[in-house]
């Protein structure tokens, strides 16, 4: 299975601009540039947020089918991904993710939710591509 984006990119760094674009149409020649990076307020996306969405979206599936897999379907799954883009040696790397989730779960102890997010935080196929820490916040609703 393949997914595809592709980006345009014109001029240099500090004041050239692009686009980013996927055939599925969930997004057809979004802009960013250095300002949508490391500027507020956004007028447009930028690498780091289109991460941060594929982050939130890959780990709520991850962690509704493992809860259904152990019996506990779930009635919601709602993540927030927060992407820390720093300066390092040797210039800028996406350091850290923070997961943010809140689930409505009926009939299971927050020691199983918190045992099952765990596990679905390191199985969730975009946080075994991304080389930063991963931290997870849990509530739980039954």
């Given at each position: 299975m393949k997914?595809?984006?592709?980006?345009?990119?014109?001029?240099?760094?500090?004041?050239?601009?692009?686009?980013?674009?996927?055939?599925s149409g969930?997004?057809?020649?979004?802009?960013?540039?250095?300002?949508?990076?490391?500027?507020?307020?956004?007028?447009?996306?930028?690498?780091?947020?289109?991460?941060?969405?594929?982050?939130?979206?890959?780990?709520?599936?991850?962690?509704?089918?493992?809860?259904?897999?152990?019996?506990?379907?779930?009635?919601?799954?709602?993540?927030?991904?927060?992407?820390?883009?720093?300066?390092?040696?040797?210039?800028?790397?996406?350091?850290?993710?923070?997961?943010?989730?809140?689930?409505?779960?009926?009939?299971?102890?927050?020691?199983?939710?918190?045992?099952?997010?765990?596990?679905?935080?390191?199985?969730?196929?975009?946080?075994?591509?991304?080389?930063?820490?991963?931290?997870?916040?849990?509530?739980?609703?039954?």
């Open positions: 997914r595809i984006a592709s980006a345009v990119w014109k001029g240099d760094l500090p004041s050239g601009a692009g686009t980013v674009s996927a055939p969930a997004f057809d020649s979004l802009p960013y540039s250095f300002k949508t990076r490391f500027e507020e307020p956004l007028t447009g996306t930028n690498p780091e947020e289109l991460i941060a969405a594929a982050h939130a979206g890959c780990f709520s599936m991850a962690l509704s089918h493992e809860l259904a897999q152990a019996g506990h379907t779930p009635t919601s799954v709602a993540t927030k991904a927060t992407v820390h883009l720093e300066q390092v040696e040797g210039g800028f790397a996406i350091t850290k993710i923070d997961l943010d989730t809140d689930a409505k779960v009926p009939g299971i102890s927050q020691a199983d939710f918190d045992s099952i997010a765990a596990a679905a935080k390191v199985g969730c196929p975009v946080s075994k591509v991304l080389n930063a820490e991963i931290s997870l916040t849990t509530r739980l609703e039954a």
